[in-house]
């Protein structure tokens, strides 16, 4: 055995310093992986905002799914009572069971955005077909509103050339969220749970994730008030996404 392993490292002897030039090339692409995996707060396509750099202490609150008769006017009336502004980005149909709801909304100083009509997972559709729900969904909340959206956010987070080409034709831009500031709150894992998710990471520019399902609504409206009060203690301030892509 002992032979055979030195006659099979002798057909590597002319090509070692390939050999070893690939290998530092692999190392570094993984030490180079690490790193952005460490420092980067979410992904790199210019098409999709998922944080803001910028150096003013300022943080947007997103809320998907609604309107819910049972949640939103609750989140509303914590971010109202704590002077504080979000954007909720809604899906039509909801929108269309609860107009007044959206328009409170925009009453309220918040910003409203595309979350489909559907709830569908436009990654999984045609080119047609999303752009048919997204300019279906505009046109309910225009409706409901007079404001027509200029963000999306899409279900499940997904996404690929065809929703990008998607957006781009119903002129919204897609905004995501910062990677260490998703909640999970649909999953119901704790009060505490979800604001040391919040509070843990929290950074200059990052848009924070919430759901405003009905599944989801206690410990979210139970959250809310101490992360409003902890992060404002830190010296932060809550602006739209809008407001926040203008501080960039």
Do not use: C
């Amino acid at each position: 055995m002992t032979g055979f392993f030195t006659i099979s490292l002798r057909r590597f002897y002319p090509h070692w310093k390939l050999i070893l030039a690939v290998m530092l090339l692999l190392s570094g692409m993984v030490q180079w992986h690490r790193s952005e995996a460490v420092s980067l707060r979410g992904g790199t396509n210019p098409h999709i905002t998922w944080y803001v750099k910028t150096a003013q202490k300022a943080v947007a609150l997103t809320f998907d799914d609604g309107p819910w008769k049972s949640s939103t006017p609750k989140i509303l009336h914590i971010l109202t009572s704590n002077h504080a502004v979000a954007t909720f980005f809604v899906v039509g149909q909801q929108v269309v069971r609860n107009p007044q709801i959206v328009r409170q909304e925009i009453r309220d100083k918040m910003e409203v955005g595309n979350h489909t009509y559907s709830h569908i997972n436009l990654a999984r559709h045609t080119l047609r077909e999303d752009v048919a729900d997204l300019n279906k969904a505009n046109h309910v909340i225009k409706e409901a509103t007079g404001i027509t959206p200029t963000l999306l956010r899409t279900p499940y987070g997904t996404y690929n050339r065809t929703v990008l080409e998607a957006a781009r034709s119903a002129h919204l831009h897609m905004v995501m969220w910062s990677w260490t500031e998703d909640t999970r709150d649909w999953s119901n894992p704790g009060v505490q749970t979800i604001v040391s998710r919040v509070l843990s990471h929290i950074q200059p520019g990052d848009i924070v994730l919430f759901k405003s399902a009905t599944s989801s609504r206690q410990q979210t409206i139970e959250a809310l008030p101490i992360i409003l009060k902890y992060l404002r203690l830190r010296g932060y301030r809550f602006v739209t996404v809008s407001q926040l892509m203008k501080m960039q």
